[in-house]
C-alpha cells in the first residue's frame, strides 16, 4: 500500500523572502550532478565541474525573483517545464555584458530564500534553461529583466539541494589513504592516480555533522578503493557495496557523529 499524509505547516503558504544573489551555471561545465533520492526531488551530494566552469553569481532585486513551472502534455503523459525569473536593476555595461555572453548558453539557476535551509535547483541535465531577457529604459525605469526558461519539458520538478555552494576547484589528495575532510579542504576532493590498490581512509574529520564531501577517482592501474567499515572515521556504503576510485567516478558522503565517533554515510554515486 501506498500512503501520503501531507500535513499542513502554520504559514507554509506565506512568502519567502530570496535571496537577492542567484547563481547561474552552464551545464557544459558540470561533471558530476547530486543524485535525486527515491522521491525524485531531493538532491544528494554536490556538483563538480570542468576546470575553470563557467559560472556566475548575479544579484537580483529580491521582490522581484519569481520561480514559477508550468504543465505540458496531454493525458497520460503530464511533464512540467521549469522557469525562473528575475530583475536587474540599471544598466550597467557589466548587465549587458552577462546578458550578451549567456545568450543561447543552456544552464541551471541556483537560487534560495531567507527562511529555508535548502535551495532550489531549476533546469536539469537533460532540459536546461536557457536566458530570455527584455530590458526596460524610459522615464519610469532603467532595468533588465532576465528569465530563463526550458524548451524540452522534464518529468523532474525542480530539486532541493543541500549541498555546497563552493565553486572551487577541487582540493587535491596526496595519500588517499590518509584522507584530512575539513572546512579549509571545502566539499569536493579529488583523489590521485594509483599504481598499486590502496585502501580508501579518513586520517582526520572535522568538518560539522551534515556536511556533505564528495570523492572523484583518480583511476590508476589499480584504483583506490573504499570499503564499509565500523570504526571511528569509517565509511557506510548502501548495502555494503564498496566504491573504486576509477578516474571520474564520484560518491557523496554525508558527515554524521554519534558521540565522539564519526562516520561517512554514503548518500549518493555517479560510476
Known amino acids: 500500500m501506498y500512503l501520503a499524509k501531507i500535513y499542513n505547516k502554520s504559514g507554509s503558504g506565506a512568502a519567502a523572502p530570496k535571496d537577492p544573489n542567484v547563481i547561474i551555471i552552464a551545464t557544459r561545465s558540470i561533471i558530476g550532478w547530486p543524485q535525486r533520492d527515491s522521491k525524485k526531488v531531493k538532491m544528494n551530494g554536490n556538483f563538480t565541474f570542468t576546470e575553470n566552469p563557467k559560472i556566475a553569481v548575479v544579484y537580483m532585486t529580491s521582490s522581484k525573483i519569481s520561480t514559477p513551472y508550468e504543465n505540458a502534455g496531454e493525458e497520460d503523459s503530464i511533464s512540467v517545464k521549469h522557469k525562473f525569473e ?79 555552494v563552493d565553486f572551487s576547484t577541487p582540493t587535491a589528495v596526496a595519500d588517499a589513504g590518509a584522507i584530512t575532510i575539513n572546512e579549509a579542504g571545502g566539499a ?68 554524521f557523529k554519534a558521540g565522539a565517533t564519526t562516520f561517512l554515510i554514503e548518500k549518493s554515486r555517479e560510476e
Request: with cysteine.
Open 86 to 164: 528575475g530583475e536587474r536593476p540599471g544598466d550597467e555595461l557589466d548587465t549587458n555584458e552577462f546578458i550578451a555572453d549567456w545568450l543561447n548558453e543552456p544552464c541551471i539557476i541556483i537560487h534560495g530564500s531567507c527562511q529555508d535551509k535548502y535551495r532550489k535547483v531549476v533546469g536539469t541535465k537533460c532540459a536546461p534553461v536557457q536566458l530570455k531577457p527584455t530590458g526596460q529604459n524610459n522615464n519610469d525605469a532603467r532595468k533588465h529583466m532576465l528569465a530563463f526558461e526550458q524548451f524540452a519539458s522534464t518529468e523532474w520538478l525542480p530539486g532541493h539541494f543541500t549541498g555546497s
Open 188 to 255: 569536493v576532493y579529488q583523489l590521485p592516480s594509483h599504481a598499486i590498490t590502496e585502501a580508501i581512509v579518513f586520517d582526520t574529520i572535522t568538518a560539522d555533522a551534515g556536511t556533505v564531501i564528495t570523492l572523484i577517482g583518480g583511476g590508476g592501474v589499480a584504483a583506490a578503493t573504499l570499503s564499509t567499515g565500523v570504526a571511528d572515521k569509517s565509511a557506510i556504503l548502501v548495502n555494503g557495496t564498496d566504491w573504486v576510485a576509477l578516474a571520474g567516478a564520484i560518491i557523496h558522503l554525508e558527515v
